[in-house]
């Protein structure tokens, strides 16, 4: 039997965008009506009635017969976007979760429809070339005015843990099995690398709050037997915090250890002529990682891995005879399989590039400001509230604060009645041993009324 051909319709060629046009409106109508419904920034009811609602809306998740494209569509967008937890709403700022662009969110959609493979420059002529680029551009920025040798190198990634992984594995590879010694805020992922790399548990070094302190760390070295890898965070998940580069740079160097940062929320501090020197000392680290679908507003996965010197890169280096054969390489052909971990992977860069291109560095660090300024306005709003307490001036943009006198189990109680409401979409971090409401501001658009709307929200939870 054939297959209907408005349900089988390719997305590319010349062909494709006449059958994509139809279906996207149906996906626009659809996420429209389900925003709509939602009403908020997050779907109330919890976990019991979201289910319902998708189980209802799945019906047969397989069924013998098709329903058509338009249905399927309409029916499971509208219910995905009814019960999202929509990070363009300004009351959901719980996690480093951000609202990406619309025109980054339009490029996306032609990669998904030409849907080149970045494992070989047969399949992704264009988009390689691209990338090259786009990731030379970024690494400058990461390493301004390094030139010649060492030659300054990114790859694209799927974000903090995989960069992170790529860090430890090329220092392995380097020195054999090191010793990662990291801040006792280093991101989960350095822990679950070590593991999956075979090394030994990372060493994690007390410090103020949750940096890492130079001296602690210099004692550590001291202490642990090398080779070492030393990770610095630059935006701490829980508080927004950034080690002291220089001071962990210096340390490193009499030590004669490689240093990785993890800057995966506070990289694109970067982009802004205002907010770049938080980030000094970056550009001394051998590697460093950083997303840009957190402070740099793409879907996911936007993410890079940046290397001072490209030669550290050699051990990703393979070969698969379909894909990248020597002789192929030797005649000009460029070899796609040691930019990666993975074989098969999207070419996310175009969303990026487009995004440079059309925002611009003014436009871009405009963005950034903008969202740096909205942390600071919501902690001077917290910090002048008679029923609120402030834990600290915001590094980047994570305010911790609760409700004044409250016990770490109302503070839970309080974030929970918010997310069963659909009201308001709060994190929590632990911080000098109590437990602080998490606001995680990522959108730009954010008003200074809306910063009161959420204030008005805990407020009125923990009276109940």
Not at 113 to 126: E, K
Not at 444 to 450: A, D, F, L, Q
Request: glycine share 10%; hydrophobic share 45%; net charge negative.
């Amino acid at each position: 039997m054939a297959v209907p051909s408005s349900n089988a319709a390719a997305a590319g060629g010349a062909e494709g965008p006449g059958a994509l046009r139809p279906l996207i409106d149906v996906v626009l109508e659809a996420l429209h009506e389900g925003a709509v419904t939602r009403g908020g920034p997050f779907p109330a009811g919890g976990p019991q009635r979201v289910g319902a609602e998708v189980r209802h809306a799945l019906g047969d998740p397989f069924p013998q017969r098709g329903a058509g494209a338009e249905e399927a569509l309409r029916s499971l967008v509208r219910v995905t976007a009814h019960g999202a937890a929509d990070p363009a709403h300004p009351l959901c700022a719980a996690h480093l979760h951000t609202s990406p662009l619309a025109l980054a969110v339009a490029a996306d959609l032609a990669a998904s429809a030409l849907n080149p493979s970045m494992d070989s420059w047969d399949q992704a002529p264009a988009a390689s070339e691209m990338e090259a680029a786009i990731t030379a551009a970024l690494a400058a920025e990461v390493y301004p005015g390094v030139s010649g040798a060492p030659h300054p190198d990114a790859l694209v990634t799927t974000g903090g843990s995989e960069s992170n992984l790529l860090g430890l594995l090329l220092a392995r590879e380097r020195h054999g099995a090191v010793q990662v010694v990291c801040g006792a805020a280093a991101h989960h992922s350095v822990r679950r690398a070590a593991w999956l790399l075979g090394l030994p548990e990372p060493v994690a070094v007390p410090g103020p709050g949750d940096v890492l302190d130079p001296a602690a760390l210099d004692g550590a070295l001291t202490d642990v037997p090398p080779p070492h890898l030393v990770v610095a965070t630059a935006g701490t998940t829980d508080t927004g915090r950034i080690d002291p580069l220089p001071q962990i740079a210096d340390v490193c160097a009499r030590h004669a250890t490689e240093l990785h940062v993890d800057a995966a929320y506070g990289g694109p501090l970067l982009f802004s002529p205002r907010h770049r020197a938080r980030l000094s000392g970056l550009d001394r680290a051998d590697s460093v990682a950083f997303d840009l679908h957190k402070l740099g507003w793409q879907p996911v996965a936007a993410g890079l891995f940046a290397v001072r010197d490209r030669a550290r890169l050699a051990p990703l280096a393979t070969t698969a005879e379909y894909l990248n054969p020597d002789d192929d390489t030797e005649a000009g052909l460029p070899d796609l399989l040691g930019r990666s971990l993975r074989t098969t992977r999207r070419p996310d860069v175009l969303k990026v590039a487009v995004t440079l291109r059309a925002l611009g560095r003014t436009g871009l660090a405009a963005l950034v400001d903008r969202t740096v300024e909205l942390a600071e306005q919501f902690a001077r709003l917290v910090a002048g509230h008679p029923r609120l307490e402030l834990w600290e001036p915001p590094t980047l943009t994570t305010v911790l604060f609760r409700p004044a006198g409250a016990t770490d189990d109302e503070v839970a109680a309080a974030r929970r009645a918010l997310l069963a409401e659909g009201a308001a979409v709060l994190g929590r971090a632990r911080a000098d041993g109590r437990l602080w409401l998490k606001a995680t501001l990522l959108n730009p658009r954010t008003t200074p009324s809306e910063l009161n709307d959420l204030i008005a929200l805990v407020e009125g939870s923990t009276r109940r």
